[in-house]
């Protein structure tokens, strides 16, 4: 008997099971698994010996921007690799975008300008705080923050003229975000979403698309990303949306209410195993959506209360304590333990049901990268019987030694399970590759 295993982090089973977490690992196609899925472990990450602050908030390198170089903002000043440029004021979401020549960088306060030797100022219209900078059309485009204006500069410039500004129509909504995607900008208010193409006007290089705004506005200033050839947004009903005809609801009920419960609230996109991935970071959860299985899970950094990465940028990520990280080819966690972590379960109406066994299919024997390590690698499971609100011990099962690939992973003998139903959790600390195709009950010839 198959017990649901858990898939996506917020999603309910059935029944009186509570939610089935989903940590340090993914969901992936697998087409030769009865369910089409299976769950497999991320990589862990690695320090990359180059510190920058105590806390980046935003890490940014394109190709042929200052000829390729990184930069990021972290702890109020502007980096350039390991070189500290100079402060930047502010204390809100930070954004930098940039030209061929040129930089530009804020964090809700005043916008600054980097041509590769000096990081001065811009001199803004009425010396006002630009929330956002984005980059298109061959301009930089700065959001104004005591309104709905957005100003830009000329093409392949570095200055905002005063009349250089056009201003959100569909309603009085200040704006708070924006993305250019597809020679088109995108402008999130607090209570809509307006589309301006670019028009190759020089004069006004951005007008309105009639009929085409989201009567959906955006919850904050870094609530907003690009991802693949669409975007996405955390609404202002703390809904996680993906553009389409109309706004697209991907999120549920639970990660919403975790979503509105949360303080703090962005957005960004990374890559792994050539598969790309949307980080939702809130309070203490980092949670992540795979482009290709549409569904959540949630990453957690050993020890720490949240995800390490904030934010993420050709191949590397930018991190709360002021790291810079990149996947490794293992699993250790920048050194530690990488946790994975999973439930799986049944509801249970009426009567009771006798557990002789729970089966697990994975990947055993998988011990070789790390020789003379590790040798006999295990995994626990705890099981709860009445939805998760206490626990039985953690009881440990060898996950194979080397070669052990046909090794039969099982708990015997689990006992008596009844209304409102059976629930066991696993975890994994060992540093080896693990792969969970089905979690099963009361198998013939699994003993007792």
């Given at each position: ?221 870094g609530c907003a990303t690009i991802m693949g050839a669409t975007f996405y947004w955390v609404g202002d009903d703390n809904a996680l949306y993906t553009n389409g005809n109309e706004p697209t609801r991907i999120s549920n009920a639970g990660l919403e209410e975790a ?174 590759p693990l792969r969970i195709s089905d979690v099963r009950i009361n198998e013939p010839y699994g003993g007792r």
């Amino acid at each position: 008997m198959r017990l649901q295993y858990a898939l996506t982090s917020y999603e309910r089973a059935k029944g009186d099971l509570p939610e089935l977490p989903v940590v340090n690992m993914f969901a992936e196609e697998a087409p030769s698994e009865e369910t089409g899925v299976a769950l497999q472990s991320r990589y862990g990450l690695a320090d990359q010996s180059a510190d920058i602050g105590t806390s980046v908030k935003a890490i940014f390198q394109r190709d042929r921007v200052l000829s390729g170089a990184q930069f990021a903002v972290s702890s109020g000043a502007l980096y350039s690799g390991v070189t500290n440029l100079g402060a930047i004021d502010g204390s809100g979401a930070a954004s930098i975008a940039g030209l061929e020549t040129d930089i530009f960088v804020t964090q809700g306060a005043s916008l600054y300008t980097y041509e590769g030797a000096t990081l001065s100022a811009v001199s803004f219209p009425d010396a006002a705080n630009v929330t956002k900078v984005v980059a298109g059309a061959s301009r930089a485009i700065a959001l104004r923050a005591d309104g709905g204006k957005f100003y830009w500069t000329p093409a392949l410039g570095n200055t905002f003229g005063a009349l250089d500004f056009a201003t959100a129509e569909s309603q009085p909504d200040g704006v708070l975000d924006a993305l250019f995607i597809d020679d088109v900008l995108v402008l999130f208010g607090s209570e809509t979403v307006e589309f301006w193409p670019n028009t190759g006007n020089s004069d006004l290089p951005f007008q309105p698309l009639e009929g085409r705004v989201f009567e959906r506005g955006i919850r904050a200033t870094g609530c907003a990303t690009i991802m693949g050839a669409t975007f996405y947004w955390v609404g202002d009903d703390n809904a996680l949306y993906t553009n389409g005809n109309e706004p697209t609801r991907i999120s549920n009920a639970g990660l919403e209410e975790a979503i509105s419960g949360s303080t703090a609230c962005s957005l960004f996109t990374f890559t792994l195993e050539g598969t790309e991935f949307l980080a939702l970071r809130l309070d203490t959860e980092t949670h992540v959506y795979s482009s290709r299985s549409r569904m959540f899970s949630r990453f957690e950094s050993y020890g720490q209360t949240n995800w390490l990465p904030t934010c993420y940028a050709s191949g590397i990520f930018g991190s709360s304590d002021g790291k810079q990280l990149a996947w490794s080819t293992d699993h250790l966690d920048v050194g530690g333990q990488l946790e994975r972590r999973w439930r799986a379960g049944m509801a249970i109406n009426g009567g009771g049901v006798q557990v002789s066994n729970v089966q697990l299919r994975t990947n055993p024997g998988q011990t070789s990268y790390l020789t003379g390590q590790y040798a006999d690698p295990t995994i626990e499971m705890r099981v709860s019987r009445n939805a998760g609100q206490s626990w039985k011990n953690w009881k440990s099962r060898s996950l194979g030694a080397q070669g052990e690939y046909r090794k039969k992973i099982q708990w015997r003998g689990c006992g008596q399970a009844s209304q409102p139903g059976f629930l066991c959790e696993f975890r994994t600390t060992d540093p080896v590759p693990l792969r969970i195709s089905d979690v099963r009950i009361n198998e013939p010839y699994g003993g007792r």
